[in-house]
């Protein structure tokens, strides 16, 4: 559509008045099909076009018409409203024309009741009013423009009609109350009396249209957080630009306007802060004066305690039924160990009773034989003492080597022999079975010492063997059981750094050789082995109080009293009882010995330095095998 621009404003007004029907069609694009659209007068372009229409009828250019449509609807709707319009003429008349800055520009035009409130309809109409009653062409007295009260009226409007120049004057406007209330500590009742009103007042800077109030004592949780949120986040759109000391535009040179700029943006910055400040301290002072806050920490801690006393509850509820589980487990371990040791007693009293008859049994045998042969006394010669002493022998040999039945036996053969030859016969082939036993005895152990010196090829590795050495390979087997990462390595190493031979090591087959002949050998070889250790200590004892020419006290133990060997059930028992006592507890070592029966305070403390020593040497012995 080529039309020119009063054709397009008469067919926009015509639209409007609805003069051309909606059903008409217009032609959009000349090449395209033609459409039937029902135009409707709404939208961004149609506001533009109304607003260039109703310059181009008021006969002003378009730039100056376009103004906005809520200040165009409310000069149509409030004409003749001048309620808000209050003149104050005594404090126009003393205003001093140069000295702008420091006048009320609302109070000038009269509108100092609606202040930042008035609109720009109400700041135009009322500076028409003023300027009615106040220009000099109005009055009888002739004063020059620059001198008279007038120029304050001019300054007024250029301010408050320009809106970035009003927001400036606005951001400095004295009226304004920055003060920031204290903290209420006595009174709480007035919080909201007191602090809602500033709230109120300082939301008008804000950014954000939707600014959330102080509100009052129902609010919840959330809304409380959210405005205090909010303000600790506070965006202000105050600026102090209108306080500039220096006007830059008075400067002589383009040097002096920098200077000045930057003096004046130095100090916009820094009142910028301390508005900044001044809301955060208002907030602060707020939240610690909010009851709401008060009471939601009040009630957060109670829920906090709670929670604290029901922890602890069921903390010691757990600790009783761990307490109750131990002691339990404890009196298990003791009724178990007593009844093995009753167990124990009664096998030991059923095998004394045994010993005891068969001692019974073969006293009489014994008796009865040597009675049965003094009847036979021509089994000797009387006169030839060689062969009585060695009868005598023959006696005690057999006495001592055979047992009740064999005795017995023998003594049956003896009466049912019906002469000396007879009894002869069966004496000395006894005496013959005897001695080859023996024999064979002999030989065997001689066998079985000559194969293990083959096996090990050291002919003079038993040289090194003495007790104190067996004990200590004794104690590295029980202290590296089998299963241990390089059991006779470690073996080997624990006994060298322990051992008082100096001279050629112990390796891993010296002590793997002596460990199964000690297996091989009998219970009694240990047996003596141990004697014969606890005899050197005594007299060890002995040798260092003769040195120090004291005689030591040596008791001689009675073999009844001698430590017995810790079970595995009473090593368990005294693990369990030291994790229920531990250190640090009262009389731990006598709670210690309640908990295991048949043990006196001085075996449990001994116990434990042992197994200290074993833990100690079993690193020691571990990081020197590593070593080599």
């Known amino acids: 559509m080529n039309i020119n621009k009063r054709y397009r404003y008469r067919y926009l007004r015509a639209l409007t008045l ?55 609807s409310s000069d149509s709707e409030s004409d003749d409203d001048d309620s808000f319009f209050v003149a104050d003429d005594k404090y126009l008349i003393k205003l001093d024309p140069v000295n702008f800055k420091a006048q009320d520009h609302y109070r000038v035009l009269g509108l100092h009741k609606l202040r930042y409130k008035a609109t720009s309809h109400q700041i135009r109409k009322a500076h028409r009013i003023q300027v009615l009653r106040h220009h000099p062409d109005k009055r009888d007295n002739c004063i020059k423009l620059e001198d008279d009260y007038f120029g304050c009226l001019t300054r007024a409007f250029e301010i408050l009609g320009d809106k970035l120049k009003r927001r400036a004057y606005d951001s400095a406007d004295e009226s304004f109350n920055n003060k920031v209330p204290d903290v209420i500590k006595n009174k709480p009742e007035t919080f909201f009396n007191v602090f809602g009103p500033v709230f109120s007042s300082n939301a008008r800077w804000s950014l954000m249209k939707s600014v959330p109030l102080l509100g009052d004592t129902n609010d919840s949780r959330d809304a409380v957080e959210k405005f205090y949120d909010f303000w600790y986040n506070f965006k202000s759109w105050r600026e102090f630009s209108y306080l500039d000391e220096e006007d830059k535009e008075k400067a002589s040179d383009r040097d002096e306007r920098r200077w000045i700029d930057k003096q004046n943006k130095a100090e916009r910055q820094r009142l910028k802060r301390d508005e900044t400040l001044r809301i955060r301290q208002l907030v602060d002072n707020a939240r610690s004066s909010d009851p709401r806050i008060k009471a939601f920490k009040e009630r957060d801690q109670r829920v906090k305690e709670e929670a604290k006393l029901a922890r602890k509850e069921a903390a010691r509820q757990r600790e009783d039924d761990l307490k109750q589980q131990r002691l339990k487990e404890q009196e298990d371990v003791r009724q178990r160990v007593e009844e093995e040791k009753r167990l124990a007693d009664e096998k030991a009293a059923v095998e004394k009773r045994e010993r005891d008859v068969e001692r019974s049994q073969l006293r009489k045998q014994r008796k009865r034989f040597r009675d049965r042969l003094q009847r036979w006394n021509d089994l000797i010669d009387e006169t030839d003492d060689r062969a009585r002493v060695e009868m005598m022998i023959h006696i005690d040999l057999l006495c001592e080597r055979l047992s009740a039945v064999e005795l017995g036996e023998l003594t049956d053969k003896l009466d049912a022999a019906g002469d000396v030859d007879g009894a002869k016969t069966a004496f000395h082939g006894a005496i013959n079975d005897v001695r080859s036993h023996i024999e064979k005895e002999r030989l065997e152990s001689l066998t079985g010492g000559s194969g293990l010196g083959a096996k090990r090829g050291d002919a003079g590795a038993d040289q090194k063997w003495n007790d104190s050495n067996i004990q200590l390979l004794i104690k590295a087997v029980k202290l590296f059981p089998a299963g241990y990462q ?58 260092n109080g003769a040195t120090n020419g004291v005689l030591p006290d040596i008791t001689i133990r009675d073999p009844g009293t001698i430590d017995q060997p810790w079970s595995s059930e009473e090593q368990k028992l005294l693990e369990q009882a030291m994790r229920t006592y531990p250190q640090g507890v009262d009389g731990r070592w006598d709670k210690i010995k309640e908990c295991l029966p048949g043990r006196t305070k001085r075996d449990v403390t001994k116990r434990y330095k042992e197994l200290v020593e074993m833990v100690k040497a079993r690193k020691q012995a571990v990081q020197s095998a590593d070593k080599r």
């Open 486 to 543: 390089k059991r006779w390595d470690v073996v080997a190493n624990y006994i060298n750094d322990h051992c008082e031979i100096i001279g050629p090591k112990f390796t891993q087959k010296h002590c793997i050789a002596k460990a199964k002949k000690l297996q091989q050998s009998s219970e009694q070889l240990k047996v003596e082995a141990n004697t014969k250790a606890y005899e050197k200590y005594e007299q060890q004892q002995l040798d």
């Open 18 to 72: 609805g003069d051309v029907p909606c059903e008409e069609p217009i032609v959009v694009c000349p090449w395209a099909g033609l459409i039937s659209r029902c135009i409707e007068p709404a939208g961004e372009c149609y506001q533009q076009l109304l607003r260039s229409y109703h310059s181009y009828s008021n006969g002003t250019s378009v730039d100056d018409g376009e103004e906005d449509l809520d200040d165009s």
